[in-house]
């Protein structure tokens, strides 16, 4: 038989640790499951210069260790785990992880988004032989090699930039002719020597499946549907994230692009649940603004379990 | 957080090492890799656990990158089971504890 908590809190990155410090402070004892991608997407990325508070920015890992040590010292139970299942037909809520079933008064949905994959059955077959969607954590493979990183975004130009420091060359291949990434961001990528585009560009197949490695990619331009081949060792796969929610198809109402839909702050359609960060937010998708609404959903959770 | 039971594999011992017929299941891994870490103790649960079955080995890849390279590796985790000194199966990635189990078990 399962004890009922006063607040459950899917997700372990700005968002879920944030509303941990606050529905903690609150004494609402909050437990928290840190899913597989334990502190989320800032765990894989290097230097953050734009979080408020770090006028020499900040690293990652070192942001979520602390909101994670923050979150403890208040009295949030961490659980290592995955949540596999939940029932939010009545509450209290269930929330079952592989180890173990939780029952809660509210629940915080701050699992967060993964990173897209182009959706080649190639690329899937040979991911970590050459595909990659972490820059920082296989970046190191490529030294003196010639890469790839498929997006324009911001995050794209923030991994090729990166790759720089290891590979021979990297190219950026995007389907339009300019980066959607900000100005500062396209500025960079511009000015680095190691750097160069394809643009309109998409990939059509990564090769070399038969071989079991990557050895190039197959790309089709957009504008001519021209086909090339552009050799390379490695492809890494920067184009945008999918947020994590099918845990709660059919039971939260989701909108076209699979996020949460929250109205009134992180209200979601089912009273008791609240969501926060970029499972709700495709918009602005920052830690900063993810811890923001993490506490957002905090206060919710916390006026919803004194209300009833 | 060593753990008795497991072999800590270099670019010089490792040939030798995974010459056995008893199977032996290598981990590589890396200090700076959070992937890694998060798989490191159902590793470790599985060297207790099938000890006498199964032999499991760590390689650091930052200290030995000659083997690392010379198979293949490309991202990392990456988990090789070797039997008789040739790789049978892999897994890539910080997948979770059963898929991890259910590889071993096919071998074992």
Partial sequence: MSVERN???????????????????????PLLVEGMEAGGQLMITTAVDNFPGFSDGVMG?????????????????????????????RRPFTVTTDGAEYRADALIVATGASARLLGLPSERRLMGRGVST???????????????????????????????????????????????????????????????????????????????????????????????????????????????TSLFSGQLALDANGYIVTH??????VPGVFACGDVQDHVYRQAITAAGSGCMAALDAERFVESV | MASEN?????????????????????????????????????VEALATEYVGKLTVA?????????????????????LLLFKGGAVVDTVIGAVDKDTIRKMVDKHV
């Fill in chain 2, 6 to 42: 497991i072999q800590y594999a270099t670019d010089s011992s490792f040939d030798q090492l995974v010459t056995s017929e008893t199977p032996v299941l290598v981990d590589f891994w890396a200090e700076w890799c959070m992937p890694c870490r998060r798989i490191a103790p159902t």
């Fill in chain 1, 7 to 29: 607040v459950i809190i899917i997700g372990s990155g700005p968002a879920g640790l944030t509303s941990a410090i606050y529905t903690a402070r609150a004494n609402l004892n």
């Fill in chain 2, 58 to 78: 760590k390689m650091n890849v930052d200290e030995n990158p000659a083997v690392p390279m010379r198979l293949g590796i490309r991202s990392i985790p990456t």
């Fill in chain 1, 61 to 89: 890992p070192e942001l979520m260790g602390a909101m994670r040590a923050q979150a403890e010292r208040f009295g949030t139970e961490i659980v290592q785990g995955l949540v596999t299942r939940v029932d939010l037909s």
């Fill in chain 1, 264 to 269: 009134d702050g992180t209200y979601t359609s």
């Fill in chain 1, 134 to 244: 972490c820059a920082t954590c296989d970046g190191f493979f490529y030294r003196n090699k010639p890469i790839a990183v498929v997006g324009g975004g911001d995050s794209a130009v923030e991994e090729a930039i990166f790759l720089t420091k290891f590979a021979s060359r990297v190219t950026m291949i995007h389907r339009r002719d300019t980066l959607r990434a900000s100005k500062i961001m396209r500025d960079k990528a511009a000015a680095n020597p190691k750097i160069d585009f394809r643009w309109n560009s998409v990939v059509e197949d990564v090769k070399d499946v038969e071989k079991g490695v990557v050895t190039g990619l197959v790309l089709k331009d957009t504008v001519t549907g021209a086909r090339s081949e552009l050799p390379l060792d490695g492809v890494f796969v920067a184009i945008g994230h999918t947020p994590n």
